[in-house]
């Protein structure tokens, strides 16, 4: 460990706070277990992401984040395909990717012991243009509802969103989509499309149920049109991947797929990713985490 500098990124808004407390925790035990450590905190998601970008070029033996979901997000955009293994010290609301790897979501301490174990796992990412993600990309109702929650000034966390879903369940409907799968081209009305390079987002929604983080391929789930109320029941069981035998659930894995509605801006790791048209990749093995 001597011989080794890594960059820690740290969020330390993540968890509502909590990311500072985790950071100073990690810099204590990274330190102390002989690491060179360089302490990044960018004022803003671009500054972070330049930081991040100057440590990977500058030859760091590891990129390690200390927050949530979003942060992963911009650590991905830095060493995505790089070789430059990602470690992740979970302090955020969500972090589904620290699901992904078993990673410990409550003990600080503990996540960062697995990253001095410094045993590495190599997976995919999903890639759209020069854009990366590790989760889920939502292209429909819960993007809308990001959207809008977004512009929202009051109240503050979870309950923005909640309020954001009642108000978009009152005047959501059906979406047309067009959809290139690989070949195989449809057009049809949804609720939503999510392309999931892993099973889950959202703090544990399988929405891309059976997802697996290395076989090359993506899953692009359809929620075909339902009622409200229908919705409303459906939506508990995304926490159990249970909603796959709904009858108006499809699902098909691909290569590539191009995701077309309009007016939709879609969310990926949680983060505002882009306006739809979008064509969205597997990128095999071009992420490597401490896990």
């Given at each position: 460990?001597?011989?080794?500098?890594?960059?820690?990124?740290?969020?330390?808004?993540?968890?509502?706070?909590?990311?500072?407390?985790?950071?100073?925790?990690?810099?204590?035990?990274?330190?102390?277990?002989?690491?060179?450590?360089?302490?990044?905190?960018?004022?803003?998601?671009?500054?972070?992401?330049?930081?991040?970008?100057?440590?990977?070029?500058?030859?760091?033996?590891?990129?390690?984040?200390?927050?949530?979901?979003?942060?992963?997000?911009?650590?991905?955009?830095?060493?995505?395909?790089?070789?430059?293994?990602?470690?992740?010290?979970?302090?955020?609301?969500?972090?589904?990717?620290?699901?992904?790897?078993?990673?410990?979501?409550?003990?600080?301490?503990?996540?960062?012991?697995?990253?001095?174990?410094?045993?590495?796992?190599?997976?995919?990412?999903?890639?759209?243009?020069?854009?990366?993600?590790?989760?889920?990309?939502?292209?429909?109702?819960?993007?809308?509802?990001?959207?809008?929650?977004?512009?929202?000034?009051?109240?503050?966390?979870?309950?923005r969103y909640n309020i954001a879903t009642l108000a978009e369940l009152?005047?959501?409907?059906?979406?047309?989509?067009?959809?290139?799968?690989?070949?195989?081209?449809?057009?049809?009305?949804?609720?939503?499309?999510?392309?999931?390079?892993?099973?889950?987002?959202?703090?544990?929604?399988?929405?891309?149920?059976?997802?697996?983080?290395?076989?090359?391929?993506l899953d692009v789930v359809i929620i075909k049109p339902i009622s409200?109320?229908?919705?409303?029941?459906?939506?508990?069981?995304?926490?159990?991947?249970?909603?796959?035998?709904?009858?108006?659930?499809?699902?098909?894995?691909?290569?590539?797929?191009?995701?077309?509605?309009?007016?939709?801006?879609?969310?990926?790791?949680?983060?505002?990713?882009?306006?739809?048209?979008?064509?969205?990749?597997?990128?095999?093995?071009?992420?490597?985490?401490?896990?």
């Amino acid at each position: 460990m001597e011989s080794r500098e890594i960059a820690l990124l740290t969020n330390p808004t993540a968890g509502k706070g909590r990311g500072v407390k985790v950071r100073r925790r990690a810099l204590e035990r990274l330190r102390g277990a002989g690491l060179t450590v360089r302490d990044l905190q960018g004022r803003d998601a671009n500054e972070a992401l330049d930081l991040a970008r100057q440590c990977v070029a500058g030859g760091v033996d590891a990129l390690v984040v200390c927050g949530g979901d979003g942060m992963v997000h911009i650590a991905v955009q830095a060493v995505a395909e790089s070789g430059t293994p990602l470690g992740i010290v979970p302090a955020g609301t969500g972090n589904d990717v620290a699901r992904y790897f078993d990673l410990p979501r409550k003990d600080p301490d503990a996540a960062v012991d697995r990253v001095l174990a410094w045993q590495t796992r190599t997976v995919d990412l999903a890639r759209s243009g020069s854009q990366y993600f590790v989760t889920v990309l939502a292209a429909g109702f819960d993007a809308v509802v990001n959207e809008r929650a977004n512009r929202m000034t009051w109240p503050k966390g979870q309950m923005r969103y909640n309020i954001a879903t009642l108000a978009e369940l009152r005047v959501f409907e059906p979406l047309p989509y067009t959809l290139q799968l690989d070949d195989y081209r449809v057009s049809l009305e949804a609720m939503l499309v999510a392309v999931g390079n892993g099973p889950s987002f959202g703090g544990g929604l399988r929405i891309t149920e059976g997802a697996v983080l290395d076989d090359g391929l993506l899953d692009v789930v359809i929620i075909k049109p339902i009622s409200k109320p229908d919705l409303i029941r459906t939506y508990p069981k995304l926490f159990k991947g249970t909603h796959v035998h709904h009858p108006q659930y499809l699902h098909h894995r691909v290569r590539s797929v191009t995701v077309a509605a309009p007016g939709i801006v879609s969310y990926a790791d949680g983060e505002r990713f882009g306006p739809l048209p979008l064509t969205v990749e597997c990128a095999p093995g071009a992420l490597t985490v401490l896990a």
